[in-house]
């Protein structure tokens, strides 16, 4: 069953695109730096001027608000904003329990610090759980583990192949780690000059 599928969404720097996925599907998306991915996430999360169309279930994107949209299908950005000096405040009104926060590797004493005392890894894993914690329909993911250890990239991916899991969530995957995306994708497509080639399609 298609949960998120687009028609011809193109904008300067992004050839036509038309693209669908699957309840539970980890869409991977490789390609050199320059290439497009971000532009292509940029539009799929509507936060750019785009020709075509999206619709998530059934529901066009010009039929939603734009803050509507951007809370279902939601982007993680390679570098997260934070605008608040303690950590905690990110979170008001969707605290994370200590649980949440150990299948991370975090603390809640963590979240009473400052965000500039966090490490990069750090702020990372926080900036993964604040978007789960807005329960996305759509996860579109910029180099998500890019800054982390390996024991914290084991982590990023069971969190965020259970949340699929769990909740028939779909994610689409920007990374430039092969075996990664072999882990966790379910297909995989490649960017080139702006244009998105995908096997089969």
Same mark, same amino acid.
């Given at each position: 069953?298609?949960?998120?599928?687009?028609?011809?969404?193109?904008? #300067?720097? @992004?050839? *036509?695109?038309? @693209? #669908?996925?699957a309840?539970?599907?980890?869409?991977?998306?490789?390609? *050199?730096?320059?290439?497009?991915?971000?532009?292509?996430? +940029?539009?799929?999360?509507?936060?750019? *001027?785009?020709?075509?169309?999206? !619709?998530?279930? $059934?529901? =066009?994107?010009?039929?939603?608000?734009?803050?509507? !949209?951007? +809370? %279902?299908? /939601?982007?993680?950005?390679? &570098?997260?904003?934070? !605008?608040?000096?303690?950590?905690?405040?990110?979170?008001?009104?969707?605290?994370?329990?200590?649980? %949440?926060l150990? $299948?991370?590797?975090?603390?809640?004493? /963590?979240?009473? %610090?400052?965000?500039?005392? @966090? #490490?990069?890894?750090?702020?990372?894993?926080?900036?993964?759980?604040?978007m789960?914690?807005?329960?996305?329909?759509?996860?579109?993911?910029?180099? *998500?583990?890019?800054?982390?250890?390996?024991? #914290?990239? $084991?982590?990023? &991916?069971?969190? @965020?192949?259970?949340?699929?899991?769990?909740?028939?969530?779909? /994610?689409? !995957?920007?990374?430039?780690?092969?075996?990664?995306?072999? +882990?966790?994708?379910?297909? %995989?497509?490649?960017?080139?000059? =702006?244009?998105? &080639?995908c096997?089969? $399609?």
């Amino acid at each position: 069953m298609s949960l998120f599928h687009t028609e011809s969404l193109s904008r #300067s720097g @992004l050839a *036509p695109v038309t @693209l #669908s996925l699957a309840v539970g599907e980890c869409l991977g998306i490789s390609g *050199p730096s320059g290439a497009g991915k971000s532009l292509l996430l +940029r539009s799929l999360a509507d936060l750019d *001027p785009h020709d075509g169309q999206m !619709w998530l279930e $059934e529901v =066009g994107s010009i039929e939603m608000t734009p803050c509507q !949209w951007r +809370r %279902q299908v /939601m982007l993680l950005p390679a &570098e997260s904003q934070w !605008w608040f000096e303690i950590m905690a405040a990110h979170f008001t009104g969707m605290e994370p329990d200590a649980e %949440q926060l150990a $299948e991370l590797g975090l603390t809640e004493a /963590m979240l009473a %610090q400052p965000v500039a005392q @966090l #490490s990069t890894g750090e702020r990372q894993r926080f900036a993964v759980l604040r978007m789960l914690l807005h329960k996305p329909r759509v996860l579109l993911l910029d180099e *998500p583990t890019a800054s982390l250890d390996p024991k #914290s990239v $084991e982590r990023v &991916e069971k969190l @965020l192949g259970d949340y699929c899991s769990d909740t028939h969530a779909a /994610m689409v !995957w920007v990374g430039h780690d092969p075996q990664q995306l072999q +882990r966790m994708a379910s297909r %995989q497509c490649v960017m080139h000059a =702006g244009k998105l &080639e995908c096997a089969n $399609e």
